[in-house]
Nanobody
């Protein structure tokens, strides 16, 4: 059973940056599509980025050009570099592991069976 642990969240001012990490244990994630999601209070969980097993990436329009997803299979980890943060980026951020290499349905949280506990991002204006 894959277990995911996120870290790197925090409180920053608008325009600042954070690097979120997601480390896996209990199994390798090198062949899995991995996603980053976020959920703000009162809102649905939304997919913001995904990366497949060969490094192809996808981004939601709201973060494209500001966020970068990457993976280090040797470290069994996935990262999200979040730059030029805006107050509307404030949310709990989650990483998730798909059970296949394919990310075709990456926007649907229900497609990901494995989730971390989340890391909080706060952005002040």
């Amino acid at each position: 059973q894959v277990q995911l642990v996120e870290s790197g969240g925090g409180s920053v001012q608008a325009g600042g940056s954070l690097r979120l990490s997601c480390r896996a244990s209990g199994g390798t994630i090198s062949r899995n599509c991995m996603g980053w999601f976020r959920q703000a209070p009162g809102k649905e969980r939304e997919g913001i980025s995904a990366i497949n097993s060969i490094g192809t990436t996808w981004y939601a329009a709201s973060v494209k050009g500001r966020f970068t997803i990457s993976r280090d299979n040797a470290e069994n980890a996935v990262y999200l570099q979040a730059n030029t943060l805006k107050p509307e980026d404030a949310a709990m951020y989650y990483c998730a592991a798909h059970n296949t290499y394919n990310c075709w349905d990456w926007l649907d949280p229900k497609s990901f069976p494995y989730w971390g506990q989340g890391t909080q991002v706060t952005v002040s204006s």
